[in-house]
């Protein structure tokens, strides 16, 4: 026997103590602080041990209790970031998808992982209305936009084989307000971070589309090529809409690639699709399944309608993995369309879950995210000490504490990173920050299927307790 082989019943000894440890963490989630107090040597100390020459088997299963203890736990008050909630008939379905070890590249080395994929896709588009769409799941949206920038700029100008440099200067446009992954994406695929036109947005964070134009059309005029226009459905920080009929509109005039980055909002489209209208005409659209669809991470999707330039761009086919077929379903090689090779299964979590729970069950979750930010929304509206720095177009809520007498506004800022840092600590309630308008912001974002109202009240409590912890 191999020294590595664990037979049937070990196997299923092994996942029932792993279910277990998985199903009492989910069991007092609620109860659990966020963060435990815990600092960087006692984790170093706790995990950082030495590599074992001799395996350690029950005291193994030990170390998977101890990094339950030790994680940051996400239970219906934790609001940071743009982070879904993890669905766990989802997570109990990645098991499997371990297990069978599907290599997801093309039909003909997992033709189940593949038809999947493209079934989930193509259940992803019709859920958000974007027909006619074809596309692939990546590790998230940052890998999403980098592929559809990769196409938008292959398109513009072919630079594959003979690079950038023959081809002269190339221009890609977004708002300021657009997520980071543009700008890494500008910057791996040799365009420049320089040559990202970083457009102006109005009071409530949408780019202005008459900015857009004229950058566009300065550009023309100096001779640089106008690659990809970028709206954000939602933006980051605040869920803001870009105007996507608008930008759609002037991508079309000028014949540049229209992207939507819907990495944290575009699924919203399930339960709120009058928000998203435009989206339709877009060239491209990422999407977060891991974000709001509550999928375990990873999981992302990029989806496009010319699937022929997204193999144009995308395939460099070695001899090895030619996939010996022509017919048009085992043929399929989505290592043609992807910028991975190896890729794991994920399609099997989110069909299951899709499956198990039904849109509707999705639905219903989505518009109750929506739901308890206007909630919170009107909770701090109501207090005086608290003061809303953004519209509410999604479920991000970017607000601060301003106190009763008018601070000076760099005194402001630094109140409230402390205060962001003390609600952290008490554990209750999980925030992240944004940075508005130079206006330091905390910032509570609702993508989370455990959250209650009762949840959302706790919010505008815990900050002012953590507030007068502060102050004291
Ligand atoms: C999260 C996010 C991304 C990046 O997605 P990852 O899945 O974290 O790679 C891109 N754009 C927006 C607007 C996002 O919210």
């Known amino acids: 026997m191999n020294p590595i082989d664990v037979q049937c019943d070990e196997f299923l000894r092994l996942a029932e103590r792993v279910t277990r440890i998985a199903a009492d963490?989910?069991?007092?989630?609620?109860?659990?602080?966020?963060l435990r107090e815990v600092t960087g040597e006692d984790l170093e100390r706790i995990f950082r041990t030495p590599l074992p020459e001799t395996g350690l088997a029950e005291e193994a299963v030990d170390g998977l209790a101890d990094v339950v203890r030790h994680s940051r736990v996400q239970n219906g008050r934790f609001f940071g970031y743009v982070l879904g909630s993890g669905e766990p008939a989802a997570a109990?379905?990645?098991l499997l998808s371990s297990v069978l070890n599907q290599i997801a590249t093309a039909w003909r080395s997992s033709p189940v992982a593949v038809t999947l994929e493209r079934a989930v896709v193509g259940w992803l588009a019709q859920a958000i209305g974007y027909r006619d769409s074809v596309g692939v799941l990546t590790g998230g949206g940052s890998a999403a936009n980098l592929m559809a920038l990769a196409i938008a700029r292959e398109k513009a100008v072919a630079a594959n084989e003979s690079g950038l440099r023959a081809r002269g200067p190339l221009a890609v446009y977004a708002s300021t307000e657009a997520h980071m992954s543009i700008a890494k994406a500008v910057a791996l695929l040799g365009i420049g971070r320089e040559n990202l036109r970083l457009i102006p947005v109005d009071d409530a964070f949408h780019i202005i589309p008459e900015r857009l134009e004229k950058a566009i059309q300065h550009d023309k005029d100096l001779g640089i090529t106008p690659a990809a226009a970028i709206a954000s459905a939602g933006t980051v920080n605040t869920g803001a809409i870009d105007a996507l009929p608008q930008i759609a509109a002037i991508a079309r005039k000028y014949g540049v690639?229209?992207?939507?980055?819907?990495?944290?909002?575009?699924?919203?489209?399930?339960?709120?699709?009058?928000?998203?209208r435009g989206l339709e005409q877009a060239d491209s659209i990422s999407l977060d399944p891991h974000k709001w669809?509550?999928?375990p991470l990873d999981c992302g999707c990029l989806l496009y309608r010319d699937a022929a330039m997204a193999r144009r761009t995308l395939a460099h086919s070695g001899d090895y993995a030619r996939s010996l077929s022509s017919d048009p379903i085992e043929g399929l090689a989505l290592f043609e369309e992807s910028i991975e090779l190896s890729?794991?299964?994920?399609?099997?979590?989110?069909?299951f879950s899709l499956r198990y729970h039904g849109l509707a069950a999705f639905r219903k979750s989505i518009e109750k995210d929506l739901r308890q930010a206007r909630q919170l929304g009107a909770l701090i509206a109501n207090k005086?000490?608290?003061?809303?720095?953004?519209?509410?177009?999604?479920?991000?809520?970017?607000?601060?504490?301003?106190?009763?007498?008018?601070?000076?506004?760099?005194?402001?800022?630094?109140?409230n990173l402390n205060i962001l840092q003390r609600v952290i600590a008490r554990g209750?309630?999980?925030?992240?920050?944004?940075?508005?308008?130079?206006?330091?912001?905390l910032r509570a974002c609702i993508v989370n299927h455990h959250t209650t109202e009762a949840d959302i009240d706790t919010v505008p409590v815990e900050v002012l307790a953590a507030a007068r912890e502060v102050l004291a």
Do not use: M
């Not at 944290?264 to 009058?274: H, I």
């Not at 509410?392 to 301003?402: K, M, N, Q, T």
């Open 25 to 34: 963490y989910l069991v007092d989630l609620d109860a659990r602080p966020i």
């Open 92 to 94: 109990v379905a990645d």
């Open 257 to 276: 690639w229209f992207h939507i980055d819907g990495a944290y909002g575009a699924l919203a489209a399930v339960a709120a699709p009058e928000k998203f």
């Open 293 to 295: 669809l509550y999928q």
């Open 343 to 351: 890729r794991r299964f994920r399609a099997l979590k989110l069909w």
């Open 384 to 415: 005086s000490d608290l003061e809303l720095l953004a519209p509410i177009e999604l479920s991000a809520v970017c607000f601060r504490y301003v106190g009763k007498n008018s601070l000076p506004e760099d005194k402001i800022s630094q109140l």
């Open 428 to 441: 209750r309630v999980y925030l992240s920050n944004a940075t508005l308008n130079s206006k330091f912001c």
